[in-house]
Nanobody
Framework: QVQLVESGGGLVQAGGSLRLSCAAS????????MGWYRQPPGKQRELVAF???????NYADSVKGRFTISRDNAKNAVYLQMNSLQPEDTAVYYC?????????WGQGTQVTGSS
């Protein structure tokens, strides 16, 4: 059973930065594409960024140029560097597989951007 543990969220003023971390256990992490997702208050969960097993990345238009996804296969970890945070980035952030299947969701980490 894979477990995902997200961390690094917090309250940050507009224009600030945060680095989120996600640790995965119980699977061959390096062969999977991974994504960061977020769920704003009262809205559905959405894909923010993904990184393939080979290291290629892609981003939602709303975060392009501000967020950077990376991975460390030796540590079974994926990261999301978030710069120039805005109030509209407020959400619970989750990591999971990128693709048609999902591992059980972790608890997520709350990011709150204040104006």
């Amino acid at each position: 059973q894979v477990q995902l543990v997200e961390s690094g969220g917090g309250l940050v003023q507009a224009g600030g930065s945060l680095r989120l971390s996600c640790a995965a256990s119980g699977s061959i992490f390096r062969i999977h594409g991974m994504g960061w997702y977020r769920q704003p208050p009262g809205k559905q969960r959405e894909l923010v960024a993904f990184i393939t097993s080979g290291g290629s990345t892609n981003y939602a238009d709303s975060v392009k140029g501000r967020f950077t996804i990376s991975r460390d296969n030796a540590k079974n970890a994926v990261y999301l560097q978030m710069n120039s945070l805005q109030p509209e980035d407020t959400a619970v952030y989750y990591c999971n597989l990128y693709g048609p299947t999902r591992w059980p969701w972790g608890q997520g980490t709350q990011v709150t951007g204040s104006s």
